[in-house]
């Protein structure tokens, strides 16, 4: 069975940091591209930022592009997310999820190309 745990959402103050962490066990996730994505209330869900399998090739939307970083231990089958700067536009629900594409072509930005998705941490950015 496939879970995707997610951890480290909390309520934080503006210009604070976390640090998310997506747990993957069933898959080894050293063979998937793996991405956030989030999800604020009345809107759509949306890429925050992908990695490849080899830990050669990131991505990040142009929202959180200087202040998101991702990262992934093979080792430890788990992904990170270290956002920094927080804005309270940052609030939303952030899901971690994993994809059998390839990195080229830019379908790692795309959540329909995500077979396998975490329950999702609520991330809090008070103003």
């Known amino acids: 069975q496939v879970q995707l745990v997610e951890s480290g959402g909390a309520l934080v103050q503006t210009g604070g940091s976390l640090r998310l962490s997506c747990a993957v066990s069933g898959i080894t996730s050293g063979n998937f591209v793996m991405g956030w994505f989030r999800q604020a209330p009345g809107k759509e869900r949306e890429f925050v930022a992908a990695?490849?399998?080899?830990?050669?090739?990131?991505d990040a939307a142009d929202s959180v592009k200087g202040r998101f970083t991702i990262s992934r231990d093979n080792a430890r089958n788990t992904v990170y997310l270290q956002m920094n700067s927080l804005k309270p536009e940052d609030t939303a629900v952030y899901y971690c999820?994993?994809?059998?594409?390839?990195?080229?072509?830019?379908?790692?930005?795309?959540?329909?190309?995500?077979?396998?998705w975490g329950q999702g941490t609520q991330v809090t950015v008070s103003s």
């Open positions: 990695i490849g399998r080899y830990r050669l090739n990131t």
């Open positions: 999820a994993a994809s059998g594409t390839t990195w080229s072509g830019g379908a790692y930005s795309r959540h329909g190309q995500y077979a396998y």
